[in-house]
């Protein structure tokens, strides 16, 4: 029998060695999809460009953060990019810092405890009942819905969405459904079905296939 630690001669051959080891057990079972943190870079389909992104996990929950570069229409764009998520994948707080062309993009949402959320400082109650930010260049953002549903395979859920369109970052509800198809694939839809797209993901609900917009290279 294993024991580790200091207390190998006390606990070994007895029953709370036994115990100590059915905890780790579960413990294990029970984060075999959370990685402390995670870096990952993808290869942009429609456009010449990459993103990079990383993945924490903190006290207060999940940190997200990447750059985006891309040539958008005959314009350089690069796009920095900060998430804040509750321990539930929610959204809490986005900031979004870079360039199209010659255009400056600045960008703030925030979340309060009341899930009002806000766009540069105004209010926008249109947004109500919207859980999660959609950055419309980055794949990493279908990472929180499907994190937060853990949808069993066959099932689906409708949500709404704050997407972020490039161009415009004009802040605007949207709804979308993801539906998982099996164990690490999502049919993700929006605008009513007039957008439709399989995803292949990994275990952490990370991106690795989005047909015909981004493809994972590194893990």
């Known amino acids: 029998m294993l024991c580790f630690g200091p207390y190998d001669k006390q606990l070994s051959g007895s029953p709370g060695c036994a115990v ?24 942009r389909l429609d ?24 040539h958008f229409e005959r314009q350089p764009c690069r796009l920095d990019y900060t998430i804040q998520c509750d321990h539930e994948w929610r959204t809490e707080e986005v ?28 209010a926008r109650s249109d947004l109500e009942g919207c859980v999660d930010v959609d950055l419309g260049f980055s794949p990493l953002t279908n990472t929180l819905p499907i994190r937060r549903l853990t949808l069993e395979i066959g099932a689906s859920a409708q949500v709404c969405a704050a997407w972020l369109p490039v161009p415009g970052f004009e802040l605007r509800p949207l709804e979308q459904v993801y539906s998982r198809l099996d164990v690490s694939r999502y049919r993700y839809e929006s605008g009513g079905g007039r957008f439709a797209a399989d995803l292949d993901v990994d275990a952490e609900g990370l991106v690795i296939e989005y047909p015909g917009f981004w493809r994972l290279l590194q893990a």
Request: contains cysteine; hydrophobic residues 40%; charged residues 20%.
């Open 20 to 43: 100590f080891l059915v905890y780790c057990l579960l413990r294990w079972r029970q984060n075999l999809a959370i990685v402390t943190t995670r870096s990952i870079i993808w290869e």
């Open 47 to 70: 456009y010449p460009g990459h993103e990079a992104s990383r993945v924490e996990q903190r006290q207060n929950g999940w940190f997200l953060q990447g750059t985006a570069v891309f």
């Open 95 to 122: 900031t979004v810092d870079g360039w199209l062309g010659n255009d400056v993009v600045r960008h703030e949402i925030t979340v309060d405890s009341s899930r009002r959320w806000h766009f540069d400082g105004r």
